[in-house]
Protein backbone atom coordinates (compact mmCIF):
# COMPACT_ATOMS: atom_id res chain seq x y z
CA UNK A 1 0.00 0.00 0.00
CA UNK A 2 1.56 3.29 -0.99
CA UNK A 3 2.19 5.86 1.78
CA UNK A 4 -0.69 7.96 1.61
CA UNK A 5 -3.01 5.44 1.38
CA UNK A 6 -2.04 3.65 4.83
CA UNK A 7 -5.19 4.33 6.90
CA UNK A 8 -7.18 5.58 4.20
CA UNK A 9 -11.15 4.85 4.12
CA UNK A 10 -12.44 2.77 1.30
CA UNK A 11 -14.02 5.76 -0.06
CA UNK A 12 -11.15 7.99 -0.68
CA UNK A 13 -9.64 4.96 -1.65
CA UNK A 14 -12.48 4.43 -4.19
CA UNK A 15 -12.11 8.17 -5.40
CA UNK A 16 -7.96 8.10 -5.66
CA UNK A 17 -8.12 4.94 -7.94
CA UNK A 18 -11.15 6.49 -10.01
CA UNK A 19 -8.99 9.85 -10.19
CA UNK A 20 -5.82 8.08 -11.29
CA UNK A 21 -7.86 6.02 -14.06
CA UNK A 22 -9.66 8.88 -15.73
CA UNK A 23 -5.74 11.19 -15.50
CA UNK A 24 -4.23 7.72 -17.36
CA UNK A 25 -7.16 7.27 -20.14
CA UNK A 26 -6.90 11.02 -20.63
CA UNK A 27 -3.39 11.19 -21.03
CA UNK A 28 -3.64 7.59 -23.25
CA UNK A 29 -6.23 8.83 -25.75
CA UNK A 30 -5.61 12.21 -26.01
CA UNK A 31 -2.99 11.79 -29.45
CA UNK A 32 -6.30 9.91 -30.57
CA UNK A 33 -8.32 13.49 -30.41
CA UNK A 34 -10.29 11.95 -27.82
CA UNK A 35 -11.00 12.62 -23.70
CA UNK A 36 -11.71 9.67 -20.74
CA UNK A 37 -15.42 11.29 -21.20
CA UNK A 38 -15.13 10.67 -24.86
CA UNK A 39 -14.00 7.96 -24.45
CA UNK A 40 -16.62 6.05 -22.63
CA UNK A 41 -19.06 7.04 -25.13
CA UNK A 42 -17.66 5.96 -27.78
CA UNK A 43 -16.49 2.37 -26.46
CA UNK A 44 -19.85 1.94 -25.14
CA UNK A 45 -21.15 2.88 -28.83
CA UNK A 46 -19.13 0.37 -30.04
CA UNK A 47 -19.85 -2.62 -27.76
CA UNK A 48 -23.23 -2.04 -27.96
CA UNK A 49 -23.31 -1.96 -31.66
CA UNK A 50 -21.80 -5.11 -31.78
CA UNK A 51 -24.46 -6.33 -29.95
CA UNK A 52 -26.86 -5.10 -32.55
CA UNK A 53 -28.19 -2.13 -30.45
CA UNK A 54 -28.38 1.11 -31.90
CA UNK A 55 -29.06 3.09 -28.77
CA UNK A 56 -30.45 6.44 -28.08
CA UNK A 57 -28.45 9.33 -26.08
CA UNK A 58 -30.90 8.55 -23.34
CA UNK A 59 -29.39 4.80 -23.30
CA UNK A 60 -26.40 5.71 -23.77
CA UNK A 61 -26.25 7.99 -20.56
CA UNK A 62 -27.58 4.77 -18.73
CA UNK A 63 -25.40 2.63 -19.70
CA UNK A 64 -21.76 4.76 -19.04
CA UNK A 65 -23.83 6.20 -15.83
CA UNK A 66 -23.12 9.44 -17.11
CA UNK A 67 -25.91 12.76 -16.94
CA UNK A 68 -27.82 12.70 -20.70
CA UNK A 69 -27.64 16.28 -21.23
CA UNK A 70 -23.39 15.58 -20.78
CA UNK A 71 -24.15 13.03 -23.17
CA UNK A 72 -25.55 15.35 -25.35
CA UNK A 73 -23.09 17.21 -25.23
CA UNK A 74 -20.54 15.12 -25.64
CA UNK A 75 -22.23 13.38 -29.41
CA UNK A 76 -22.64 16.70 -30.38
CA UNK A 77 -18.82 17.22 -30.49
CA UNK A 78 -18.37 13.63 -31.04
CA UNK A 79 -20.04 14.58 -34.22
CA UNK A 80 -18.63 17.94 -35.22
CA UNK A 81 -14.97 15.33 -35.14
CA UNK A 82 -16.90 12.73 -37.48
CA UNK A 83 -16.72 10.03 -35.00
CA UNK A 84 -20.34 9.83 -34.56
CA UNK A 85 -23.76 10.47 -36.22
CA UNK A 86 -26.93 11.62 -34.40
CA UNK A 87 -29.68 10.93 -36.06
CA UNK A 88 -33.60 10.88 -35.09
CA UNK A 89 -35.50 7.64 -33.88
CA UNK A 90 -38.25 6.69 -36.26
CA UNK A 91 -39.90 5.24 -33.53
CA UNK A 92 -39.38 8.05 -30.98
CA UNK A 93 -39.33 11.55 -32.68
CA UNK A 94 -37.30 12.97 -29.06
CA UNK A 95 -34.92 10.27 -29.33
CA UNK A 96 -31.44 10.81 -30.96
CA UNK A 97 -30.17 7.29 -31.79
CA UNK A 98 -26.86 7.70 -32.21
CA UNK A 99 -23.67 5.51 -33.94
CA UNK A 100 -20.33 5.46 -35.04
CA UNK A 101 -18.44 6.29 -38.70
CA UNK A 102 -16.66 4.28 -40.14
CA UNK A 103 -13.32 7.15 -39.07
CA UNK A 104 -15.53 6.65 -35.36
CA UNK A 105 -14.98 2.97 -35.40
CA UNK A 106 -11.59 3.34 -36.52
CA UNK A 107 -10.26 5.98 -34.42
CA UNK A 108 -12.28 3.47 -30.71
CA UNK A 109 -10.76 0.35 -32.34
CA UNK A 110 -7.44 2.02 -31.38
CA UNK A 111 -8.45 3.32 -28.26
CA UNK A 112 -9.78 0.63 -27.39
CA UNK A 113 -6.33 -1.37 -27.41
CA UNK A 114 -4.36 1.69 -25.68
CA UNK A 115 -7.20 1.60 -22.81
CA UNK A 116 -6.62 -2.24 -22.57
CA UNK A 117 -2.98 -2.03 -22.48
CA UNK A 118 -3.54 0.28 -19.87
CA UNK A 119 -5.74 -1.75 -18.16
CA UNK A 120 -3.12 -4.59 -17.84
CA UNK A 121 -0.70 -2.20 -16.30
CA UNK A 122 -2.91 -1.30 -13.61
CA UNK A 123 -4.09 -4.60 -12.41
CA UNK A 124 -0.42 -6.15 -12.63
CA UNK A 125 -0.44 -6.42 -9.07
CA UNK A 126 -3.30 -8.46 -9.29
CA UNK A 127 -2.26 -11.17 -11.34
CA UNK A 128 -3.13 -9.67 -14.69
CA UNK A 129 -6.62 -9.19 -16.17
CA UNK A 130 -7.53 -12.38 -15.96
CA UNK A 131 -6.43 -13.44 -12.78
CA UNK A 132 -8.63 -14.68 -9.70
CA UNK A 133 -8.02 -11.60 -7.76
CA UNK A 134 -9.34 -9.27 -10.63
CA UNK A 135 -12.18 -11.36 -10.98
CA UNK A 136 -12.59 -10.85 -7.58
CA UNK A 137 -12.53 -7.76 -7.40
CA UNK A 138 -14.78 -7.08 -10.60
CA UNK A 139 -17.44 -8.58 -8.66
CA UNK A 140 -17.25 -6.28 -5.31
CA UNK A 141 -16.97 -3.62 -7.26
CA UNK A 142 -20.72 -4.54 -9.42
CA UNK A 143 -22.17 -5.63 -5.91
CA UNK A 144 -21.11 -1.79 -5.15
CA UNK A 145 -22.04 -0.26 -7.93
CA UNK A 146 -25.70 -2.21 -7.45
CA UNK A 147 -25.52 -0.99 -3.87
CA UNK A 148 -28.34 2.10 -3.06
CA UNK A 149 -26.57 5.28 -2.76
CA UNK A 150 -29.39 8.14 -1.89
CA UNK A 151 -27.71 10.64 -0.22
CA UNK A 152 -31.11 12.55 1.07
CA UNK A 153 -32.24 9.60 2.58
CA UNK A 154 -29.36 9.65 5.01
CA UNK A 155 -29.70 12.99 5.79
CA UNK A 156 -33.66 12.81 6.43
CA UNK A 157 -32.35 10.02 8.98
CA UNK A 158 -30.24 12.11 11.08
CA UNK A 159 -32.88 14.38 11.15
CA UNK A 160 -35.92 11.91 12.12
CA UNK A 161 -33.24 11.02 14.72
CA UNK A 162 -32.50 14.36 16.37
Known sequence: MSKGSEGATPGFLVWRLSMKWRT???????????????????????????????PSQRQLADHTGLEPLYVSKLARSLESAGLVTRERDPRDPRAVQLALTEQGRETTRRAIEVVHALLEQLLAPLGGLDSERTHGLARDLAALLDAPLDPSHENENRQEQS
Open 24 to 54: AVDRAVAPLGLTHAQYSLVASLHGMHRTGER
